[in-house]
């Protein structure tokens, strides 16, 4: 019953680093989300993907990249993280009846500080 | 840019008493959520509610929704201290993809 699940939960970067996020889920989801929650800001959209092979850009994409090779695994990628970076990163799921997109499945999230 | 934005965005009440969060958003839309964020944790989806449903309940749970005044409310009935978290309405605007609001901060003392 592992639903969605983020690793790493903690990272400290130093600038110019690069890390991978890891996003997987056991749900057989078409759809899966990276968002970044900062401190009164809600929840903004970086990524996302509508199926296995496909990526596109959400609200704040610059700085990263991602990729679904696996139906069950999306990446995000930070290539040279930069302090603006900070904040904590959610992975999640969905899927689709028709033209409703159904309820998310969130991860635990990974909090990453770039210092 | 946000599509939702939630009033009052932090709500201080005892328990027992009722919480109302509003939700307003921008665009037409196929259905409208409300999820949960205790603090430290990931979102936990609440409720759903279609564009052409009115009222939804589930338990203590009771979601309005107006799209001529593109609007929602979430009613959380006899709040606990467990009720104690961040609120968040979001909106998929037709599209693949949800758009979350900034939330409500409710805090229910015993």
């Known amino acids: 019953n592992a639903g969605v699940t983020q690793t790493p939960k903690f990272r400290v970067l130093k600038t110019g680093q690069s890390m991978t996020l890891l996003c997987a889920q056991d749900m057989n989801h078409e759809y899966m989300y990276w968002y970044r929650q900062d401190p009164g800001m809600g929840l903004r959209l970086i990524h996302y993907s509508v199926g296995e092979g496909t990526t596109a850009k959400g609200e704040v994409p610059d700085g990263y990249n991602v990729s679904r090779l696996k139906k069950q695994n999306f990446l995000l990628g930070l290539e040279s993280a930069a302090p603006s970076q900070t904040s904590v990163y959610f992975c999640?799921?969905?899927?689709?009846?028709?033209?409703?997109?159904?309820?998310?499945?969130f991860g635990s999230g990974t909090r990453l500080t770039v210092v | 840019s946000q599509q939702g934005e939630e009033d009052p965005q932090a709500l201080s009440i005892q328990e027992g008493e009722n919480a109302t969060m509003n939700c307003s958003y921008k665009?037409?839309?196929?259905?409208l959520q409300w999820y949960r964020q205790n603090s430290g944790r990931g979102l936990v989806h609440l409720i759903l509610i279609r564009s052409n449903e009115r009222e939804k309940h589930s338990g203590r749970l009771r979601v309005t929704l107006d799209t001529s005044k593109k609007s929602s409310s979430l009613l959380i009935t006899a709040s606990r201290a467990a009720d104690t978290a961040s609120y968040f309405c979001?909106?998929?605007?037709?599209?693949?993809?949800?758009?979350f609001g900034t939330g409500t901060r409710l805090q229910v003392f015993p």
């Open positions: 979001a909106t998929d605007g037709n599209t693949d993809k949800l758009i």
């Open positions: 665009t037409s839309i196929n259905n």
């Open positions: 999640a799921s969905s899927r689709k009846s028709g033209t409703a997109l159904y309820g998310y499945t």
